[in-house]
């Protein structure tokens, strides 16, 4: 195989920089030569992939901050206003910056492929104006629309039938034309400031040539088509940084007693209330024992069967643990998954209820349908997962799925072929008009 020139380009985001890493690790060993532009606070864990760091332009580097830091606004809103400030302000208004500074990197050095997240629209925009073509990589449950699976974002069950498509329609058009109306106008003026032509009615930038999903098919709702471009790459996690234990890990796995694990994330964990503390307390007189990572916070007193830590070692953690409560972050859910962990889902932000949907259609775990549920919900979820055989088995078969699965090498295995069809693989690939179009 000829060695490549790749150039990655990432929001500043761990659930978008995190998943793309073992695809730079397993390239770079092939030998192919690697660039990757994002947020700084990536650098090193890019550089020990191999592949070379590349800073984005500080005006959209978010240096780790959350995005309430970032856009103060957006703390006023609720809801679908919330939702369309989002998708404007975070992920439409960096498009001019994100082509301006693929354009930099490739004047220093041409590549064959742009390797983006779905959210990083520039890739795409890049490939629409002659850049190199763009190849996707999913960082959230699907996104790309169909007539027989519920339209992305409200988190829909799954159903199958004429009614149910006919269903899917008539939310899919109002999706469409009245509540994202505004953020796709935004987009459109975008694209008509860099002299391209207004796109698709569509939520997120997705190749036309590859598209690498990160997951399963069993977890993914089920179509009658599947476009050739995607492929199901498996879990794309990278290895966990070494933590020692904490100093209760012995006492947690002598208990004798099922282990349940509670987790916000590693963003949305502002505010341990709306699920972490609710379920130690949910779960203080049940017979199990309850293990909550924390951050920074200081939770108090905790009952006598729980336990925190700031972090937690999960390569270690996740065999052990009976169920997990989740606010339904993507990657945490495929971590559990993998390891044939039932859950409990509670969120209701960003892509989580649609995880949650996918979650409960797979019979692997229950849909709590908010963010913020009750000590009572939370007390009966867990025990029905923890009760119900089902929820284990369905969990276990994912597990087995997700075994017959490499996702790095996968991962580059489908860019290794995909590269040779018209790309110079020695210096980068001429201006064209691109195939992509916004998906």
Known sequence: MPRLNLLFATMPVPGHVVPLLPIARALTERGHHVRWCTGEVFAARIAATGAEFVAMDPSIDHQGRNVDELFPE???????????????AVFLDPIPAQVSDLQRVLAER?????????????ATVLELLGGPRAVSVGVTPMMLPAPDVPPFGPGLRHRTGV?????????????????????????????AGLGLPEGERRLASVSSHLHLQNGIAGLEHPRVFMPPQVKFV??????????????????????????????????????????VLPTIHALADEPVTVVASTGAHDVGPLPANAFTAPFLPYDRLLPEIAAMVTNGGFGGVQLALAQGVPLVVAGTTEDK????????????GLNLRTSAPSSK????????????????????????????HDAAALSADHVERLAPAGAVQTGGSAPRRAASQWR
């Open 74 to 88: 957006r703390t006023r809103l609720k809801g679908i206003a919330k939702l369309r400030y989002d998708m404007t």
């Open 110 to 122: 041409p590549a064959d492929l742009v390797v983006h997240d779905t959210a990083y629209v520039g």
């Open 163 to 191: 009614v149910a498509r006919m269903q899917y329609a008539a939310v899919r058009a109002l999706l469409d034309n009245v509540v994202f109306k505004p953020v796709f106008a935004h987009r459109d003026r975008i694209l």
């Open 234 to 275: 498996g879990a794309l996690v990278d290895p966990a940084p070494t933590i020692d234990l904490p100093d209760w890990w012995e006492r947690m796995m002598t208990a004798g007693r099922p282990i349940v694990h509670v987790t916000q994330g590693t963003v949305a964990d502002m505010d341990l209330h709306q699920l």
């Open 353 to 364: 209820p649609e995880v949650a949907a996918r979650v409960e259609r797979s019979g692997a």
């Open 377 to 404: 919900a939370i007390r009966a979820a867990v025990r029905s997962v923890l009760d119900g055989g089902s929820f284990r088995l369905r969990a276990r078969e994912l597990a087995a799925e997700y075994r017959q």
